[in-house]
């Protein structure tokens, strides 16, 4: 069962615009929220991470969004560049960690 | 520092064949993992080590073996190989955590059972 899922594959933004990647969770019993990215032919290299007991942190341009009552967490990257192309991941753990299957962002100069 | 490193990069095998993923990583982890990701999934956590001598289950461990001798190498045996394995595969370690911890993934291996 996928307990975290990514529902857009892909998305294609401007360069400078603003990238906002959706992840949704089902499982109320997560506290702890990762963000990955991955370019071809590597492997994952952590991005941003939330704890639940916070709604926001911020890492220079990037930025997550968690929403418990919605099971829902965003990625807002700002401004998008050309170098954030890649694949991002979520995760979410509790006892165990759970991997959506990733959004392909493209941002275009 | 080469962080966590896997050889080899892709491989083919052949219905029954058996192979090992080897697996290394420099940076005195305590923790390591191996993942499958197939296409349009998430990574799927196979078996994990919380140090040398110890290993478990993680969510899809049928048709895989491991162990752990050293802290340093966590290689992942497949017996008798399936087409359902044709996956690619991820190391990873962390130093403390499981769950609440960044884990540094390697360049994974790209496996094909034909």
């Known amino acids: 069962d996928q307990q975290v899922k990514q529902n857009s594959p892909s998305l294609s933004v401007q360069e400078g615009r603003i990238s906002i990647l959706n992840c949704d969770y089902t499982?109320?019993?997560?506290?702890?929220f990762l963000w990955y990215k991955k370019y071809p032919a590597e492997g994952p290299t952590f991005l941003i991470s939330?704890?639940?007991?916070?709604d926001k942190n911020e890492d220079g341009r990037f930025t997550v969004f968690l929403n418990k009552s919605a099971k829902h967490l965003s990625l807002h990257i700002v401004p998008s560049q050309p170098g954030d192309s890649a694949v991002y991941f979520c995760?979410?753990?509790?006892?165990?960690?759970?991997f959506g299957a990733g959004t392909r962002l493209t941002v275009k100069p | 520092n080469a962080g966590v490193t896997q050889t080899p990069k892709f491989r083919i095998l052949k219905i029954g064949q058996s192979m090992t993923l080897q697996c290394t990583q420099d940076?005195?982890?305590?923790?390591m993992y191996w993942y499958r990701q197939d296409p349009g999934m998430g990574l799927k956590l196979i078996y994990y080590?919380?140090?040398?001598?110890?290993?478990d289950k993680g969510e899809v461990p049928n048709g895989y073996n491991v162990s752990r001798s050293t802290t340093e190498d966590f290689p992942l045996r497949l017996e008798l190989a399936a087409p359902s394995q044709t996956s690619v595969y991820f190391c990873?370690?962390?130093?403390?955590?499981?769950?609440?911890?960044?884990?540094?993934f390697g360049p994974g291996t790209r496996l094909l059972v034909l």
């Open positions: 499982n109320s019993m997560f506290d702890y």
């Open positions: 939330i704890s639940s007991i916070k």
């Open positions: 990873a370690s962390s130093y403390s955590n499981r769950v609440k911890e960044t884990q540094y």
């Open positions: 940076m005195n982890h305590n923790y």
């Open positions: 995760a979410a753990s509790a006892i165990d960690m759970r």
């Open positions: 080590s919380v140090g040398a001598g110890i290993t």
